[in-house]
Structures are given as C-alpha cells and as structure tokens.
C-alpha cells in the first residue's frame, strides 16, 4: 500500500504530505501520458488545482495508487476485461434475446445490454474499498469477484423491468 509520504519520492521530490505534485511528477508516479493524465482528470478521478499550472494533491495521487487493480484507464485497469465477461455470460441467464455490447469510448468503459423489445440497461464496473462492484440503475450493484451471482441478479432485473422504450430501466 503506497501511503500520502511515499508519493513525493516517487516523484524524485521531497515535501510534507498534504502537498501538490506538478502535472509532470504526477505523471511520473503514476507511470501515465499526458493524455492518459488529462482522462484521468476528465473523469473525475483527479481534481487539480490551479487556474494555471495545473497541481494535483498528493492525496489523490496516493487514492489511485491504493485503487484496487491500479490506475483506472491503463493496461492494468480490470474493467474493460470484466464487463467484456458479464456481457459473455448475461444472456445465457436471462432467457431473453439479449444484446451485450462494451463501449470503451469513454473514459469510464461500460456494457449496455439490450433486450429485444427496446428495453436497455447500462452497467459499470465502479472500485469501492470492498473491491469492484457492478453498479446499475444509480442504485442496485454486485459484486465483481462473484461474476455468474452478478449475471444472475441483472438478467432477473431484465425480465422484471417494464418496457421503457429508449430508456434505461
């Protein structure tokens, strides 16, 4: 587990915890892009400060690191892998012709299942400090480790969701 004092040296600086990194040392910690640094940003994962230089809290930098399955949107992030899984297994559960389809355009990867009829529903793969979770409808989630209990429980919220034509159910 990498603690808040260990990020600064990581970066070759040395600063009380509670400090900011510039836009390159955070890149070097976190072994990213600039554009992989930028997403990370867009998606909400790092909040810089500053309206000019652009300076990260060591605190975020040291959340993504202890992030189960390291940082989101690199080789080593699960997601993609998972959602690709559920979307294999989902239909064979359901009993309905489903539709899974992994969309990666984003900065945060999803599968949207559709069901003949125009029904849809969108999961996401979310890291909680249990480990990773299925997450849809805002509200309902399963566990990741447990991917046929996670198909079982949203191929039952398919069959029992009223028809929203267009709209998530």
């Known amino acids: 587990m990498t603690r808040a004092s260990d990020v600064p040296a990581a970066a070759g600086v040395t600063m009380p915890p509670g400090q900011m990194l510039t836009a390159a040392q955070a890149r070097k910690v976190l072994g990213v892009t600039s554009a992989d640094l930028a997403s990370l940003a867009a998606a909400g994962l790092l909040r810089p400060h500053g309206s000019g230089p652009r300076r ?52 945060h990867p999803l599968l949207l299942i559709r069901v003949t009829g125009g029904r849809q529903l969108t999961v996401w793969l979310v890291p909680t400090r249990a480990g990773w979770r299925f997450l849809w409808n805002r509200w309902r989630s399963h566990t990741a480790a447990d991917l046929p209990g996670a198909a079982q429980v949203i191929a039952a919220d398919l069959r029992a969701a009223p028809d929203r034509r267009g709209g998530e159910t």
């Open 56 to 107: 990260y809290p060591v605190s975020q930098i040291e959340a993504l690191l202890n992030s189960p399955g390291g940082v989101p949107g690199t080789p080593s992030d699960p997601r993609p892998g998972f959602l690709y899984a559920l979307g294999q297994i989902v239909p064979a559960y359901a009993g309905l012709r489903v539709r899974c389809q992994l969309r990666q355009d984003s900065p």
